[in-house]
C-alpha cells in the first residue's frame, strides 16, 4: 500500500492501540463515532493540569495568563483551521450538536418566522434535525428534506425544487456519518444564497477528512467536534461570519458574556465571549491545538490519500461476501464503510466482533430517517482513521466470514 509517511510509528503515537480486547489485539473501527487522541493531546490535557491550571481572561497572575494565552492561542489555531477571517468567528462549543443548537435557538429565534422554511436532507444526524424540528415547532416555521437516490447521494434538483423565497434557513451535512457520502455543499450555498437563505454545515465527519476553507465555502455557519479528529471529547468549534454573530442574541447568560451587569439592564460582551458564558472546557481547548498540529503535520492530504486506500481495499473485500449489501456507495465518499448481511442482524455483527477485538458501531448512528429510507433498522459500519492498516482490514474481513458461519 501506497502510504506517505509511516503507519508503524504513527501507530506508536496512540497508546490506546496497545489494548487487548477479549484476549485479542484492539482493532479499532469506530472512528466516526470518535476518534483516538495521540500522545500529544493526552499531554497537553495533563500538562495544563500539572502546570498552569487557573481560571481564564480575569485573572492577573502567572498561571491565569498562562492559560488565558493557551487558550486564545488554540482559537487562533482553529481559525487557520478553517480558513475563517478573523479569530473572534471561532466560537467555542461543547461540540457539534452544541452549536448547531446555539444557531437554531439564536439565529433561528429570532431571525424566522411563522410560514419560513427550514430545509434539511434525508442523511441528517438526529443533532441537525431536532433542533430544526423545536425551532419550528415554535416558530410555525415548515421543515422541508432533501431526498436522496439509493446510492445516497442528494437529489439536487430535487433541492432545487425545494428552495423559494420563503426558505430562510439550509443546514446540511457536510460528510455522511452512516454513509460517508461527501455532499456538494459549495453548490447546496450558492443555490441558497440566491435565494436570500443561510446556511449552516455540520462538520462533523468532514473536518476529519477534508479540507476545509469557510470563506471559500462561503458557509455562513459550520460546526464541528475536535474529539472526531484526534482531539478531546467535551468541546467544539461554532464559526459564523462576523455580521451575522454580532446581529445574533446570546444563547446561554452568565460570566463572561457580559461586560456590565445591573438589575436594570445587562450590556453584552464582544465576540466571540457574547456566546461563551461560564467557565469554558480550557484544557480540552488548549489540548485541541494540539490535535490540529497533529493532523496538519501530517497533511489532510496525505491522510485522506490513505484512508481512501484503506476504503477501496475493504470495499473490494466485503464484496466478496455473500449476502453483504453496502449502504452509502456514492461516487464521492469518505472511509465509511456501512454495510447490512442478510439474515443476519446488525447487533450479533457487532457482538461477534467484539469478541474478536474489533470494534465496529452498529445501529441507527443517530439517523433513523435515514434508515427508513433504506427500509432498514440499522446497519454495521466500519470507519477508517489514519492509524488503521490493510492487516486489521484482513482481521474484519475473517470475522465477518466468521460471523457467517456462525449466523448465516
Ligand atoms: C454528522 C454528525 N453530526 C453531528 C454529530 C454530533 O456530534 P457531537 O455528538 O460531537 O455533538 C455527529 C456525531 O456522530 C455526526 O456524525
Not at 444557531?103 to 431536532?130: C, P, Q, W
Not at 458501531?361 to 427508513?372: A, D, F, I, N, V
Not at 488503521?388 to 466470514?401: A, F, M, R, S, V
Amino acid at each position: 500500500m501506497n502510504t506517505p509517511f509511516d503507519i508503524a510509528s504513527i501507530r506508536k503515537d496512540f497508546p490506546i492501540l496497545n489494548e487487548v480486547v477479549n484476549g485479542k489485539q484492539l482493532v479499532y473501527f469506530d472512528n466516526a463515532a470518535t476518534t483516538q487522541k495521540p500522545r500529544v493531546v493526552l499531554d497537553a490535557i495533563s500538562g495544563y493540569y500539572e502546570h498552569y491550571n487557573a481560571n481564564i481572561h480575569r485573572g492577573i497572575h502567572h498561571l491565569a495568563e498562562k492559560a488565558t494565552s493557551a487558550f486564545e492561542q488554540s482559537r487562533k489555531r482553529l481559525q487557520a483551521f478553517l480558513n475563517a477571517q478573523f479569530s473572534e468567528e471561532i466560537v467555542f462549543t461543547s461540540g457539534t450538536t452544541d452549536g448547531i443548537n446555539l444557531v437554531a435557538a439564536t439565529y433561528g429565534r429570532k431571525f424566522l418566522k411563522e410560514g419560513d422554511e427550514v430545509i434539511i436532507s434525508t442523511m441528517e444526524h438526529h443533532s441537525n434535525i431536532v433542533p430544526w424540528q423545536m425551532l419550528c415547532e415554535e416558530k410555525g416555521c415548515i421543515l422541508k428534506v432533501i431526498p436522496i437516490n439509493d446510492e445516497g447521494e442528494l437529489l439536487m434538483d430535487e433541492y432545487e425544487k425545494l428552495l423559494t423565497e420563503r426558505t430562510k434557513f439550509v443546514s446540511v451535512v457536510h460528510v455522511s456519518n452512516s454513509l460517508g457520502t461527501i455532499n456538494p455543499v459549495k453548490e447546496i450555498i450558492e443555490k441558497a444564497h440566491a435565494v436570500g437563505a443561510k446556511v449552516l454545515l455540520d462538520g462533523a465527519q468532514a473536518s476529519s477528512h477534508l479540507h476545509l476553507d469557510v470563506q471559500d465555502l462561503d458557509c455562513d455557519f459550520y460546526s464541528l467536534s475536535l474529539h472526531k479528529i484526534y482531539g478531546p471529547t467535551g468541546m467544539g468549534i461554532l464559526y459564523g461570519k462576523k455580521d451575522l454573530l454580532n446581529a445574533m442574541p446570546p444563547y446561554r447568560g452568565g460570566g463572561e458574556m457580559i461586560k456590565e451587569v445591573t438589575f436594570e439592564k445587562t450590556t453584552y460582551n464582544e465576540l466571540p465571549y457574547k456566546f461563551e458564558a461560564g467557565t469554558p472546557n480550557i484544557a480540552d481547548v488548549v489540548a485541541a491545538k494540539y490535535a490540529i498540529d497533529y493532523v496538519e503535520t501530517l497533511g489532510k492530504a496525505n491522510i485522506a490519500a490513505y484512508e481512501n486506500e484503506l476504503l477501496k481495499y475493504a470495499t473490494e473485500a466485503v464484496s466478496e461476501i455473500e449476502g453483504l449489501k453496502i449502504i452509502g456507495q456514492a461516487k464521492e465518499k469518505v472511509s465509511v464503510l456501512s454495510f447490512v448481511i442478510d439474515g443476519i442482524h446488525h447487533q450479533d455483527i457487532g457482538v461477534l466482533l467484539d469478541q474478536q477485538g474489533i470494534a465496529v458501531r452498529t445501529g441507527h448512528h443517530c439517523t433513523q430517517p435515514l434508515m427508513s429510507r433504506f427500509n432498514i433498522t440499522g446497519t454495521s459500519r466500519a470507519s477508517f482513521a489514519v492509524y488503521n492498516t490493510k492487516e486489521e482490514i484482513d482481521l474484519l474481513i475473517k470475522g465477518l466470514h466468521k460471523v457467517k458461519r456462525m449466523l448465516g
